[in-house]
């Protein structure tokens, strides 16, 4: 079937501007999260969703982040005023309701601010 | 402080030989590790999870072994390829956690014919 898909594959944006990254989870998965890849970085978890929790947004680096996830499906990360630190590949993943949290992930968006 | 590190940034093997990746953790209590493989351009790809409870698990050639009192896994690929060259990341969860997996920086692994 069909896996995680991600749009925009890549985004150049000036800084200060908004955008928006919508992740599609694999069908039927109730858990959702996005990180954040540096070059040269780990993944940084960045937001947490479960079914119809509140989701874990612990890992957002600042109040210009935020996500929602509308119907228990799709994903949206939106960066306000964007900066030149968020250039990185933003990467979404889901997992099932099985207790291994085996996770897969979406090709990412790169995301280049100037 | 908590960290999650993968001691070697990048290795060099020749083809048919093991590769031997290493993870270690200070100041987490993990309920399990799990390795994933990254192409460049690409997430990463689930290959293995083991358990705290579990010391070794196997698939195909690869194998991962947890010693929780070392606070390290290993992670082997044997009789490896060219085409298992890729960046290899350990993730971990919490006990206690969701789901919320904490990632080392990955190891580049680099096979030679």
């Known amino acids: 079937g069909a896996g995680v898909s991600q749009s925009p594959s890549n985004k150049v944006t000036e800084k200060g501007k908004d955008v928006e990254l919508r992740c599609d989870p694999i069908?039927?998965?109730?858990?959702l999260y996005w990180y954040r890849q540096s070059l040269g970085q780990g993944l940084e978890f960045l937001i947490y969703?479960?079914?119809?929790?509140?989701?874990?947004k612990s890992g957002l680096p600042s109040d210009r982040f935020s996500a929602e996830r509308t119907g228990g499906s799709v994903s949206t990360l939106t960066i306000q005023r964007t900066q030149q630190e968020d250039s990185a590949v933003y990467l979404c993943?889901?997992?099932?309701?099985?207790?291994?949290?085996?996770?897969?992930f979406g090709p990412g968006t790169r995301l280049t601010v100037t | 402080s908590q960290k999650i590190e993968q001691n070697s940034e990048a290795l060099n093997i020749q083809e048919g030989k093991t590769a031997t990746l290493t993870c270690n953790y200070t100041?987490?209590?993990?309920?399990?590790l799990q390795w994933y493989r990254q192409d460049p351009g690409r997430g990463p790809v689930f290959l293995l999870l083991?358990?705290?409870?579990?010391k070794e698990k196997r698939k195909e050639r690869l194998k991962v072994t947890f010693d929780t009192t070392l606070k390290q896994s290993l992670f082997h690929i044997t009789a490896s390829q060219p085409a298992d060259s890729a960046t290899y990341l350990c993730?971990?969860?919490?006990?206690?956690?969701?789901?919320?997996?904490?990632f080392g920086k990955g190891t580049k692994l680099s096979v030679k014919p």
């Open positions: 100041n987490y209590s993990p309920a399990y």
């Open positions: 069908s039927g998965h109730t858990a």
């Open positions: 993943a889901s997992s099932g309701t099985g207790k291994s949290y085996e996770q897969y």
């Open positions: 993730a971990l969860l919490r006990r206690g956690s969701q789901g919320n997996l904490i």
């Open positions: 083991i358990r705290e409870n579990e």
């Open positions: 969703f479960q079914g119809n929790s509140a989701p874990d």
